[in-house]
């Protein structure tokens, strides 16, 4: 989206004050971190001290090495993830952190574009971009036309307004004639197209699904009770229940690996892999997470398109 709908996305998903603390790591014994910071967005350098990981640059293509570049798409949602910052402009979170220590580690500069999540993986098998970010969850759908090299550990969960009389959703025919809001093109919208069938089956009126491709659109079908419940990644809905009052983090539903995505087939995902481990085993990977408060997403290797979490 423009950067200033982005900007008034991002100002209404973090409430009037901009409090951007950290999101709940879904380990309860981790420490918040220095996204706990009221005011302002993490702003830790993770990424400068990176050295070049020579192992992980002999797996590129002689010709990308040779280039020196790779065309990025990143998808711009909401924190932790990919935003903007106050100034409208700036990219940060957790995914941007990520792709450019990754890239820093392959020698590697990065030419990020932003695209509509639903955009990117099309335009990846199409050839326009070399790889793309936005929490792309590994599914068994997406792995037949898509590769995918794993940084995280996020999934699918759920997120109501205090007054909802949901306390869990542990299976989908809970949600029967409630009307659910989720991302246009999303893991969460195909989950809830695939199962709608189950309400019929047990003799319950359908739950009403209701996509927004703008992230602040979906909040706010929330707030203004055009929604029930929003089903989103665990770390998005954690964090941003506690920018807005009111609303609050139901239950996670299902976890899903995330990774970068390329096309079916690359040859750029061994050097990503090696990429990613290195960063794992020098400090930078969990440098990354404590920075936006996500340790509870930490993978502990980097796999290339694993099968998809049960």
Known sequence: ?????QTSAFALITAAALSLTACGSGDPAAP??????KGRTPTADVVSSVKKNDAAVRLLPAKVRDSGSLSLATAVGAPPGAF?????KTLTGADIDFADAVAKSLGLELKREVASFEAILPALD???YDLGT???????????TIDFVTYINDGQGFAVRDDSGLEEVTDLTQLCGLTVGTGAGTTFEATLEENRHRCADVGEEAYEVKTYADQAAVWISLQQ????VLMS????????????EGLRFLNEYKRLDVGFAFKKGTPLAPAFQAAVNGLKADGTYDRILKKWGTTGSAIRTSRISPPEIG
């Open 1 to 5: 989206m423009p950067r200033t709908r």
């Open 233 to 244: 990644t665990i770390n998005g809905l954690r964090y941003a229940v506690t920018q807005q």
């Open 84 to 88: 903007y910052r106050e100034d409208g």
């Open 32 to 37: 918040a971190g220095p996204a706990a910071v």
């Open 225 to 228: 009770g055009r929604s029930d």
């Open 134 to 144: 936005g929490n792309f969850g590994v599914t068994e759908e997406r792995r037949r």
């Open 126 to 128: 199409s050839g326009k």
